[in-house]
């Protein structure tokens, strides 16, 4: 990223066809001169201010079917939203067809003043996978997007967050792509997750995220290309979560996260959240909840962002929100220093299932590792207790207990002691009470009869 200091101590207007000679201001991801010109969307290289940087300034895409109400929440929160100034942001509304014009009616009547609004009325029903991927071609056409469904809500800095990420994760492939949306919750074992703090304003998260996104064009392309060619392959395997192996087919993230998986890449999380998703009923949610609500990032100044490359991260999760890890010389290491290089050589020592979800015994090596929460049947180097947050902080910190166990699987032995599985439900939610206790479990009853 540029900065301020970068910048010549000239306050004279810059007349030379050479932007690199002309004086220039930082506003977010932009670099505005003092000719006027506003850089974001061209590739600018800057002789004696860096490395070539290419800057984004991403369409806004918004996808709707037949919730007016919930378009007009996120659009109202896209508009209070900042942006350079001066800049245009397009911002496409993509209607699928449904049998009311409500939606339709919503989009024409919202003022938009950031830019030119395009509304795409869908004369055929597409259904939402095909609307997805319909959307992101439109990177072909903007050179980058942000997607939004319309049961998200943005955070006022989500621009300026996808702009800085999308220019970060420009040229380094493994990044296949930018989410806007901080997971604090393990989709497939549905407890918390945290991913463990390392000085960054980011993590990577082998899932592809579908509650506020962005891609560059290049990102994107490498997904189509792949989809293109196997969209009618088998999606499963001891690499891929059950949870997303038995997603319908009409999933397309599935197919993303499964592309993440098998080609080694990683979506950029944000450490605080830009979107936060309702979760209200639709195509593929049955009924409202509100396990997906986050806390969102509301600065409304930002002089930039920290990124770290995966390989440098002390935060990068697999598919499964387990961490990377290896062993070596008797100690458990989490990582990007675990990640395989391009010839598969890297971490084929050690599986990580903390979660105690994965099919351990099917990924590691003969003679490999396995840290994990089930009692198995190996010779146990080490064990950990739950205590700190998050979960992988036990294992960096070196916890003693019974909760989490080292195993090695070259010999076998009598699998340890269980613990108390209460002390689990416990440590996952906080202060809970006998009457909370019961109050929910009355809740969930009733609502399993359509009481609620």
């Not at 795409?120 to 903007?142: F, M, N, P, S, W």
């Not at 989500?158 to 990044?175: E, N, P, Q």
Request: glycine content about 8%; aromatic content about 12%.
């Amino acid at each position: 990223m540029f900065s301020d200091q970068t910048a010549r101590p000239d306050n004279r207007r810059c007349n030379s066809k050479d932007i690199s000679k002309c004086p220039f201001r930082t506003e977010g991801a932009f670099l505005v001169f003092d000719n006027g010109l506003l850089y974001n969307t061209l590739s600018v290289f800057m002789p004696g201010r860096g490395k070539k940087s290419k800057m984004f300034r991403p369409a806004t895409v918004i996808i709707a079917y037949n919730r007016p109400d919930a378009l007009k929440r996120l659009l109202t929160s896209v508009e209070a939203a900042v942006y350079p100034e001066g800049a245009s942001v397009p911002l496409v509304i993509s209607i699928d067809r449904s049998d009311s014009d409500d939606v339709v009616k919503t989009a024409e009547a919202f003022e938009y003043t950031h830019g030119e609004k395009i509304i795409i009325a869908r004369k055929e029903r597409l259904g939402l996978k095909e609307h997805v991927l319909t959307c992101g071609d439109l990177t072909d056409e903007y050179g980058s997007i942000i997607v939004l469904e319309d049961d998200l809500f943005v955070s006022p800095m989500f621009y300026d967050y996808a702009c800085a990420a999308l220019s970060f994760s420009d040229d380094r492939d493994i990044i296949g792509s930018i989410s806007l949306y901080d997971h604090l919750f393990n989709v497939h074992k549905r407890e918390g997750f945290r991913a463990i703090d390392d000085g960054y304003d980011n993590y990577y998260l082998q899932l592809a995220s579908s509650w506020g996104q962005a891609y560059t064009k290049k990102q994107w392309a490498g997904f189509r290309a792949w989809y293109e060619e196997n969209k009618d392959a088998d999606l499963t395997g001891p690499g891929i979560p059950a949870n997303v192996s038995g997603w319908s087919e009409r999933s397309w993230l599935k197919y993303y996260i499964v592309y993440l998986i098998r080609t080694g890449r990683f979506t950029l999380y944000p450490r605080g959240s830009l979107t936060t998703n309702f979760g209200e009923m639709g195509t593929h949610s049955r009924k409202h909840d509100t396990d997906l609500q986050v806390p969102l990032i509301n600065d409304r100044i930002r002089s930039g962002y920290d990124f770290s490359a995966p390989e440098n991260s002390k935060a990068v999760y697999d598919s499964f929100f387990e961490p990377l890890g290896s062993y070596r010389d008797g100690h458990v290491i989490l990582g990007g220093s675990a990640i395989p290089d391009q010839n598969g050589r890297g971490n084929k020592g050690l599986v990580v299932d903390l979660y105690g979800i994965k099919p351990v015994e099917e990924l590691a090596d003969k003679g490999g590792y396995i840290l994990s929460s089930r009692q198995l049947p190996y010779r146990v180097i080490r064990s950990y207790g739950r205590q700190m947050r998050p979960v992988d902080a036990n294992i960096v910190y070196g916890i003693e207990g019974n909760d989490y166990h080292l195993y090695c699987t070259d010999e076998k032995s009598t699998p340890p002691a269980s613990a108390v599985k209460a002390t689990e439900f416990l440590y996952e939610y906080r202060g809970i009470s006998l009457s909370r206790m019961f109050e929910m479990i009355k809740y969930r009853i009733l609502e399993r009869f359509g009481r609620y």
